[in-house]
């Protein structure tokens, strides 16, 4: 089991941006295709970005053009940067190996 920590996540006003970081342990990272997932109060979790082992890219219609999946093989980690947020984005963010493990989660709060 890969085991991954996000981090990145704060207080931000509407319009600014955050990178959120999911960084994994061991070596198996490259494996594994991974999603940003968020959930927010009283709603279901969503996949919001993924990235395959390769750098293909999928991103939910709300967050595209704003927000931008990544991944650093080498480093093992993975990153979602996230521009011009909206108050719409405030969500526990998550990162999965798919397949494979959940973090733990990180607040993102947009508000002014």
């Known amino acids: 089991q890969v085991q991954v920590v996000e981090s990145g996540g704060g207080l931000v006003q509407p319009g600014g941006s955050l990178r959120l970081t999911c960084a994994a342990s061991?070596?198996?990272?490259?494996?594994?295709?991974m999603g940003w997932y968020r959930q927010a109060p009283g709603k279901q979790r969503e996949l919001v970005a993924s990235?395959?082992?390769?750098?293909?890219?999928y991103y939910v219609d709300s967050v595209k053009g704003r927000f931008t999946i990544s991944r650093d093989n080498a480093k093992n980690t993975g990153y979602l940067q996230m521009n011009s947020l909206k108050p719409e984005d405030t969500a526990v963010y998550y990162c999965?190996?798919?397949?494979?493990?959940w973090g733990q989660g990180t607040q993102v709060t947009v508000s002014s």
């Open positions: 999965h190996l798919i397949g494979n493990s």
């Open positions: 061991g070596s198996a990272f490259s494996d594994y295709a």
């Open positions: 990235i395959t082992q390769r750098g293909m890219t």
